[in-house]
């Protein structure tokens, strides 16, 4: 099947289908809509909790840092207001181990015999009670000493002021209150674990306010994941802490300690800390930031973007499940209503072409209340009126005009004519006249065919008569004349109405035939038109008169008979009364090269006329 015949067979000549298209994809269309929408909503939602739990948890280590930090100046605000503790710490910032050492046994033979203003003892112990602490260092400016205490209750003190040392130059360098710590203090000390971050806080005489050096912490990075454990359970991605360098001081994920951030510019580009940024690096992450002025670090927050998906994954899918669904009974329950409607307009449909056909005892059968039902009663009852008209009116004119024939046809004794022209024949035969015998046996044969009363009146007996009436012609004209008869046998069993082409043949005989050609030729050629049946009558005669042919036409669609053309008004008012206004004869003629006359009849097995 071709596509335009799928076209006009499933929508252009389908109403129900394309407004059930037309509602399905307007459904179709708002489920997807909604849906996405719903679905980028809730997307959003989720991706938006996460990075609010990312800042939380990112706002806890803030928080963890900034006691930790807290911690260490608390710890130099009680160095200060112990007067015995801040002179013995200048003391021993200010001179070598041995000289402290001395320093403090002359304090113990003084009966000063107090163990908490014990430089060593004080920052071991500071150690022992934050067990985060891996190193505290002293470093005196003046005499470029490092002395370091560490989680092990080791202490040594080494000089700073050696060759290829730069140490001091490392501390004497500006930096925030914290850092990174340095790779050449840490060689130093002997620590190797890069898991650290460092709090440096100056040192000054409480006597002379005179900065005596620096105290320098460092604190072990990984004891942070350990504080805020709670919440980093819930946390997606990773947090680091950066120092103002861009050296990781922490990392959740403990795999960049050491190093530099390596998507440290793309976190610069979130400006502030309410704002978050979606970056390709490497794959697509969200960037969260945080950042402390006052300590000198910054928090980031990166989150992989298919992580966060992940959370919303299985929403997605009840989304597209319930879409799917929503989508199936919107397209389903129409699609029932619309079969049902269609299949009730088709029975109406097909009961119109019933009646179309002659079948008016047709009735529908549908006794609903909606418009179809109302439409099916209406078409009823219109059958009942038009039957009780048809009863009324039109038998009772075709009885009449049967009757009219009837007694027209009662005028003509058919034994009569028959015997008579018998007697003719003979007589004409008997003098040797063999063709004229031959022209009275064709005519009592054509008399004998029209009085010959038939239910069924076929185009086989039609064209027989025009036979007749034509072979009746060619025995005169001999050699003048000729005809063509060309119908297929499937065509002879057609109902059509008598007398229907005998009388354009005889106009052609009494106006078209040339006598003084040798050529005269008529053709009658039978042919089927879908649900029509044609007959051409086609001559090479005299032809018609333009103005005459206009004439002729005007006649045939008068309204009321004016006596003239009598043969062709009475086949083409018979025809369109029976049959309706499509049927009737079509002339078309040329003049001196002939006339073509085509007659129409409903296609249809033989009936009763």
Known sequence: MRIDNVYRAYFKNNMFMRMFLLFSFIAILTIITLSYFIYASIAQATIRRELDIQK??????????????????????????????????????????????????????????????????????????????????????????????????????????????????????????????????????????????????????????????????????????????????????????????GTVLFDSKDRYYGKKYPYLNESKTVYDDSDYGLFNMGQQMYINKLISTDEGYVIIGAAPSGEIAESYHGIRNTIMTISAICILFAVLFPALFVINFAKRTNRIIKFTRKVRNGDFGARIQDQRDDELGQISRS?????????????????????????????????????????????????????????????????????????????????????????????????????????????????????????????????????????????NLLSIEVRELVEVLEVEVKDNGKGIEPQRLSEILTELNQPEETGQMFGLRSVHSRLRFLYGPDFGIVIESRLAEGTSIKVRYPNQEGVEE
């Open 56 to 245: 939380t948890a990112m706002e806890s280590v803030d928080r963890y840092i900034h006691q930790r930090h807290q911690s260490v100046q608390d710890l130099v605000r009680d160095l200060y207001s112990n007067e015995a503790l801040s002179a013995n710490v200048s003391f021993f910032m200010n001179h070598a181990y041995a000289e402290y050492v001395q320093h403090r046994m002359d304090q113990f033979y003084g009966q000063s015999n107090d163990y908490s203003s014990d430089v060593l003892k004080y920052f071991q112990n500071w150690i022992d009670q934050n067990g985060d602490i891996r190193n505290v260092m002293l470093y005196s400016s003046n005499r470029q000493y490092l002395s370091t205490f560490n989680q092990y209750k080791q202490f040594k003190q080494l000089s700073a002021n050696v060759a290829h040392s730069y140490i001091p130059d490392v501390m004497a360098l500006e930096s925030k209150n914290i850092s990174a710590p340095n790779s050449w203090i840490r060689k130093a000390v002997g620590q190797i674990d890069p898991a650290l971050y460092a709090i440096r806080v100056p040192i000054n005489n409480k006597q002379s306010l005179k900065n005596d050096g620096q105290l320098l912490v460092y604190l072990d990075s990984r004891s942070i994941a350990d504080a805020i454990s709670s919440d980093m359970n819930n946390l997606k991605g990773e947090i680091v802490v950066l120092s103002s360098e």
């Open 379 to 519: 078409f009823n009852a219109m059958l009942d009126e038009l039957n009780q008209y048809i009863e009324r009116v039109y038998k009772a004119e075709i009885k009449q005009k049967q009757t009219e024939l009837v007694a027209l046809q009662a005028r003509i004794s058919p034994h009569f004519l028959y015997n008579t022209l018998e007697v003719i024949r003979m007589r004409a035969v008997s003098q040797g006249a063999r063709d004229v015998g031959e022209m009275i046996y064709s005519l009592s044969v054509l008399f004998k065919s029209l009085v010959q009363q038939k239910k069924n009146y076929t185009m086989k007996d039609e064209l027989e008569a025009c036979r007749l009436y034509l072979e009746l012609f060619r025995i005169r004209y001999k050699e003048k004349f000729n005809y063509v008869i060309t119908a297929s046998p499937e065509f002879m069993g057609r109902s059509v109405m008598k007398l229907s082409l005998q009388p354009i043949v005889e106009n052609y005989i009494v106006h078209g035939l040339r006598t003084d050609r040798t050529d």
